[in-house]
């Protein structure tokens, strides 16, 4: 079954500094990778996805990840943190069942990103 | 084009009641799907819909129903209120089922007294 660990419940940054996201995946199929960012009392913003072509992913607001097979590893990072980024950052597995022919997301626990002058 | 929009945004309810929380996704997406986050976590898959019949349930009790309609919008069903309820009710439009991104509405915030 597939899962989704982000290492770090809270992260907090400087204006400036480098961005960190971590997120650790287990998937039995090749997995499609997601970040979405959650602001307060809002949904969730797709910022990037992984499938199965580029390593390196580009997204929205300066954010890009690296899909890392060996590490199983999915990691979100931002050269240069904004106090705009303050959110909430999640990361997300797609589990497609096959026999039933539907995909769910499977999601990790949360990053509380904090972004201080 | 319009997002995903969910209405109401919130609603306030006591134990034992019924609720149903309204879905319409991006114009020519053909599949919702139903997330309930609980303060503090990520979202978990409750129901996902395509072309109008269900393809796929959570591990969710039997309160929670839902249905999707010709125009691909959706209805999401939880009888029987439990404190236990509360969340945020997340709703997902994607082009198709596979792998493909789901975009979120900004969620009904549900309360239970």
């Known amino acids: 079954a597939q899962s989704v660990t982000q290492l770090g419940s809270h992260v907090s940054v400087s204006e400036g500094a480098l961005v960190l996201l971590r997120c650790n995946y287990s998937s039995s199929v090749p997995p499609y990778l997601f970040w979405y960012v959650q602001y307060p009392n809002q949904g969730l913003q797709l910022l990037l996805k992984?499938?199965?072509?580029?390593?390196l992913v580009k997204g929205i607001n300066g954010f890009e990840a690296e899909f890392k097979k060996s590490e199983t590893s999915f990691h979100l990072t931002k050269p240069s943190a904004h106090m705009s980024d303050a959110a909430e950052y999640f990361c997300?597995?797609?589990?497609?069942?096959?026999?039933?022919?539907?995909?769910?997301?499977?999601f990790g626990a949360g990053t509380r990103l904090a972004v201080h002058p | 084009d319009a997002g995903v929009t969910q209405s109401p945004t919130h609603l306030i309810k006591t134990r034992g009641q019924q609720v149903t929380l309204r879905c319409s996704p991006i114009?020519?997406?053909?599949?919702v799907s139903w997330y309930q986050q609980v303060l503090g976590q990520g979202p978990q898959f409750i129901f996902q819909?395509?072309?109008?019949?269900?393809?796929g349930r959570g591990n969710f009790p039997d309160r929670f129903s839902a249905r999707q309609f010709p125009n691909y919008s959706s209805e999401l069903n939880v009888n029987a209120l439990l404190l236990g309820d509360s969340a945020l009710y997340l709703c997902a439009s994607s082009l198709s089922i596979g792998n493909q991104p789901q975009h979120f509405g900004d969620g009904t915030r549900l309360s239970i007294l």
């Open positions: 997300a597995v797609s589990d497609p069942d096959l026999s039933g022919g539907y995909n769910k997301l499977i």
């Open positions: 114009s020519g997406h053909k599949s």
């Open positions: 992984y499938t199965s072509a580029a390593t």
């Open positions: 819909y395509y072309e109008k019949e269900e393809r």
